[in-house]
């Protein structure tokens, strides 16, 4: 992650007990490291063409009737060291996408290369070497955290599935896990429930870190959480990053949070990147218009709208149907820019600044529509002021343990691979089958 990244620094790193976190080594940061010039590290994940296709089966004899075209076509290097954001609305792809990569799903089509070799469609047997090197963070951390397993159990799990013993015995090392990600090490024997939100999400990630992997895809990671513990997860992710030279994927559905965390951003929509930038270039000038709408959807930070601050511009209208996009470009649907070229051709996702990538037609990049100031008069007719000022209902406080979580009620989505019932990094839904 690059320097200025961390939400806030002045509880950056804070474990339950208010100290910096601790890392012991795991693996140098030599391979990775907080990040700078990402473009020039090595290549540790390439995607080429990648679809998913679901298919929808019909009636008795449960005929083919169409696919979801979840994603359908996309291509993406991330860096040794970096972490690449993906954003886009709710049913872009975005999920999908984190499970191809990770294998645990097969893909449709298209290639996946990681660290220069061909995963695309290896078995499980061929993965399971692999698996040590790459791991997910799930969305859902109630049903990835099996609630009959304890913690030791749950972190512990990596090291029985790839049969590795590490020095010192396993419940030492899940005990440092432990320690690493701010948790009591005491609590080697609670369970799941036992915990908010914001404490399953640091147990998620002990799991993730057990084997010592070189890169993690988080998918939603903090977005169900209280915006104080968002911090606090963004900045222990950050922290294990530079000590660990981990490299990220981080889904999100909104840039407030990725603005945060990382280095390059890729914006989805229906199934396509729309758009990968480096974050400086993204948020200076965005190109894609949806970027722009995504963009506005954040918070609006100006002064004088101190009183709304708690409304947000929102894109006018339903995201199509995954099923049949619409022709052409996706997005004309809903775009404000939207020509007869728009409809009738799909525009290519090509370099138009260096390493700025946007596919559209008309893009954007005029001064006079840098988001979160400006909004063009086109664009206003293509958007709405929304009221979110409700506060959200508190979830009952958790029972005690020992985080700096504060035990409030955040409903925390966002776990990890599961240990035993949920989908777990060796047991893929539709994934590889030998
Ligand atoms: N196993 C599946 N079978 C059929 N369709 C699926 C399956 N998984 C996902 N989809 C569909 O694929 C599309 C993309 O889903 P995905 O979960 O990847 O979106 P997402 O961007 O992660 O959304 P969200 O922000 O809500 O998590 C959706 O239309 C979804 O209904
Ligand atoms: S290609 Fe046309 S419809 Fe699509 S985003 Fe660009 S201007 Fe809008
Ligand atoms: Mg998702």
């Known amino acids: 992650m690059s320097e200025d990244k961390a939400v806030t620094s002045d509880?950056?790193?804070?474990?339950?007990?208010?100290?910096?976190?601790?890392?012991?080594?795991?693996?140098?940061?030599?391979?990775?490291?907080?990040?700078?010039?990402?473009?020039?590290?090595?290549?540790?994940?390439?995607?080429?063409?990648?679809?998913?296709?679901?298919?929808?089966?019909?009636?008795?004899?449960?005929?083919?009737?169409?696919?979801?075209?979840?994603?359908?076509?996309?291509?993406?290097?991330?860096?040794?060291?970096?972490?690449?954001g993906v954003v886009g609305e709710s049913g872009c792809g975005k999920s999908t996408m984190g499970r191809l990569i990770t294998r645990l799903l097969e893909p449709t089509a298209g290639q996946i290369e990681f660290d220069g070799k061909d995963?695309?469609?290896?078995?499980?047997?061929?993965?399971?070497?692999?698996?040590?090197?790459?791991?997910?963070?799930?969305?859902?951390?109630?049903?990835?955290?099996?609630?009959?397993?304890?913690?030791?159990?749950?972190?512990?799990?990596?090291?029985?599935?790839?049969?590795?013993?590490?020095?010192?015995?396993?419940?030492?090392?899940?005990?440092?896990?432990?320690?690493?990600v701010g948790l009591n090490p005491e609590h080697y024997n609670r369970y799941p429930h036992e915990f908010s939100g914001g404490q399953r999400q640091r147990i998620g990630i002990a799991r993730a870190l057990a084997l010592n992997p070189r890169l993690v895809v988080a998918d939603e990671p903090v977005s169900a959480l209280d915006v104080s513990i968002q911090a606090q997860v963004v900045n222990l992710l950050d922290d294990l990053q530079a000590e660990l030279g981990l490299t990220y994927v981080i889904i999100a559905h909104d840039l407030s949070v990725v603005r945060h965390v990382s280095d390059?951003?890729?914006?989805?929509?229906?199934?396509?990147?729309?758009?990968?930038?480096?974050?400086?270039?993204?948020?200076?000038?965005?190109?894609?218009?949806?970027?722009?709408?995504?963009?506005?959807?954040?918070?609006?930070?100006?002064?004088?709208?101190?009183?709304?601050?708690?409304?947000?511009?929102?894109?006018?209208?339903?995201?199509?149907?995954p099923i049949s996009p619409p022709s052409g470009c996706r997005f004309h649907t809903r775009c404000w820019k939207a020509t007869e070229v728009c409809r009738t051709q799909e525009p290519p996702l090509v370099a138009l600044k260096t390493g700025h990538q946007v596919a559209c037609h008309h893009p954007e990049n005029a001064p006079d529509q840098v988001p979160g100031e400006t909004v063009t008069a086109a664009a206003r007719e293509a958007i709405e002021i929304v009221d979110v000022s409700?506060?959200?209902?508190?979830?009952?406080?958790?029972?005690?343990?020992?985080?700096?979580?504060?035990?409030?009620?955040?409903?925390?989505?966002?776990?990890?691979?599961?240990?035993?019932?949920a989908a777990s990094p060796d047991t893929p839904e539709d994934g590889p089958k030998e």
Request: without cysteine; hydrophobic residues 35%.
């Open 119 to 180: 995963i695309t469609h290896l078995g499980v047997g061929g993965m399971r070497p692999m698996r040590r090197d790459m791991q997910m963070i799930f969305q859902d951390p109630y049903s990835s955290l099996n609630p009959r397993h304890t913690i030791g159990t749950i972190v512990g799990a990596p090291f029985k599935l790839q049969g590795v013993t590490p020095d010192g015995g396993v419940k030492k090392e899940v005990q440092r896990l432990l320690e690493v």
């Open 390 to 421: 409700k506060p959200a209902a508190d979830e009952p406080e958790p029972d005690g343990n020992g985080s700096d979580d504060n035990g409030s009620g955040d409903n925390g989505s966002g776990g990890t691979a599961a240990d035993g019932a």
């Open 264 to 321: 390059r951003i890729a914006v989805m929509y229906l199934g396509k990147i729309v758009e990968l930038a480096d974050r400086e270039s993204l948020y200076k000038a965005p190109m894609h218009p949806y970027t722009k709408a995504l963009l506005s959807a954040v918070p609006i930070p100006d002064p004088k709208r101190r009183s709304a601050k708690s409304e947000r511009i929102l894109l006018k209208g339903d995201v199509p149907s």
């Open 11 to 84: 509880n950056k790193g804070v474990t339950s007990e208010g100290k910096g976190v601790d890392v012991p080594a795991q693996r140098s940061a030599g391979h990775g490291g907080p990040a700078g010039d990402t473009a020039s590290r090595e290549v540790l994940l390439k995607v080429t063409g990648l679809q998913k296709h679901f298919p929808i089966k019909k009636g008795l004899l449960q005929r083919n009737a169409g696919a979801v075209k979840a994603v359908d076509g996309i291509d993406f290097e991330v860096h040794s060291g970096e972490t690449l």
